[in-house]
Nanobody
């Protein structure tokens, strides 16, 4: 599977952005798709994840109530709606996928097998 993340950009604090992660070469079936981010000088961290078949979502505490992950199975695309953005949300955002059940922690980036290129989100104060 190939993943393509898009939708990043520059936004003011308090604003919103929607990221997209589109799959090609394979469908999202029996998978978990995660969004991760990496800020300069920091380790990559999990932001949100969703199961392809049931739409069960999980979130990092730092984004709960502000970010929403969703999936459009017909388009094999996962979205990350980000609202009330803060400067500390600035990072390169990546999407990745792993087979459902083949992990212990769906927000741990080391559990994921396939990664797309990142998209940069910059939140200005």
């Amino acid at each position: 599977v190939q993943l393509q993340a898009s939708g990043g950009g520059l936004v003011q604090a308090g604003g919103s952005l929607r990221l997209s992660c589109a799959a090609s070469g394979s469908r999202f079936v029996d998978d978990v798709i995660g969004w991760f981010r990496q800020a300069p000088g920091k380790e990559r961290e999990g932001v949100a994840a969703i199961t392809s078949d049931y739409g069960d979502a999980s979130y990092a505490d730092s984004v709960k109530g502000r970010f929403t992950i969703s999936i459009n199975n017909a388009k094999d695309t996962v979205y990350l709606q980000m609202s009330s953005l803060k400067p500390e949300d600035t990072a390169v955002y990546y999407c990745a996928t792993v087979v459902y059940g083949d992990y212990n922690d769906e927000l741990n980036p080391s559990e994921y097998d396939y990664w797309g290129r990142g998209t940069l989100v910059t939140v200005s104060s």
